[in-house]
């Protein structure tokens, strides 16, 4: 019996399972754009959460906020319940299979970045938040039913203790 090149090229390739498809090959997470509202319940602008090479990007639409520097984080659960945003629980700290637990502590944090917000009130930014992800991972920020995106008061900490929560966006697939 007589096999030809074509054939057995043809048998190779069909034993290729569809999981090997490069990752660049498969459909990126749709951008997500989340509402920021303030103490009083009022909408200060957007964040939009679209995929990054090395983490999620944020892009920021801010309105009336204070102006000066600030600090914003990612928190742990998918809840901004006004005046004080406290209901966002602590940074985002997933646990992570076989990740040295320094990284996965630092999953919430966006590191080397101080929101400047102009003085009429307004900042239009992007950063990569490098510890998250938009996919199905444990430092997803859609993992357990979602996150938060914390903006605090000061950008340097007060006694020890973090600066005031004064803006929360919930982060959770709709």
Same mark, same amino acid.
């Given at each position: =019996? @007589?096999?030809?090149?074509?054939?057995?090229?043809?048998?190779?390739?069909?034993?290729?399972?569809?999981?090997?498809?490069?990752?660049?090959?498969?459909?990126?997470?749709?951008?997500?754009?989340?509402?920021?509202?303030?103490?009083? @319940?009022?909408?200060?602008?957007?964040?939009?959460?679209?995929?990054?090479? @090395?983490?999620?990007?944020?892009?920021?639409?801010? @309105?009336?906020?204070? %102006?000066?520097?600030h600090? =914003?984080?990612? !928190?742990? #659960?998918?809840?901004?319940? $006004? %005046?004080? #945003?406290? +209901?966002a629980?602590? !940074? #985002?700290?997933?646990? =992570?299979?076989?990740?040295?637990?320094?990284?996965?502590?630092?999953?919430?944090?966006? %590191?080397? #970045?101080?929101?400047?917000?102009a003085q009429?009130?307004? $900042? !239009?930014v992007?950063?990569? $938040?490098?510890?998250?992800? =938009?996919?199905?991972?444990?430092?997803?920020?859609?993992?357990?039913?979602?996150? +938060?995106?914390?903006?605090?008061?000061?950008?340097?900490?007060?006694?020890d203790?973090?600066? %005031?929560?004064?803006?929360?966006?919930?982060?959770?697939?709709?």
């Amino acid at each position: =019996m @007589k096999v030809t090149t074509s054939t057995l090229l043809l048998l190779a390739l069909s034993a290729i399972p569809a999981a090997a498809v490069p990752a660049s090959a498969q459909t990126a997470p749709k951008p997500v754009t989340v509402n920021i509202i303030n103490a009083a @319940k009022e909408n200060v602008g957007t964040a939009t959460l679209s995929e990054a090479p @090395k983490g999620v990007k944020i892009t920021l639409d801010i @309105k009336n906020l204070p %102006p000066g520097q600030h600090l =914003m984080h990612i !928190h742990q #659960f998918p809840k901004c319940e $006004a %005046p004080d #945003f406290k +209901s966002a629980g602590p !940074h #985002f700290n997933p646990k =992570m299979d076989g990740a040295d637990s320094s990284m996965a502590a630092m999953a919430g944090d966006i %590191p080397h #970045f101080e929101l400047t917000v102009a003085q009429n009130g307004t $900042a !239009h930014v992007s950063v990569v $938040a490098p510890g998250v992800t =938009m996919g199905n991972e444990p430092n997803s920020v859609f993992a357990n039913g979602g996150t +938060s995106l914390v903006i605090h008061e000061v950008a340097k900490t007060v006694s020890d203790s973090a600066p %005031p929560r004064i803006a929360c966006a919930v982060i959770a697939k709709k």
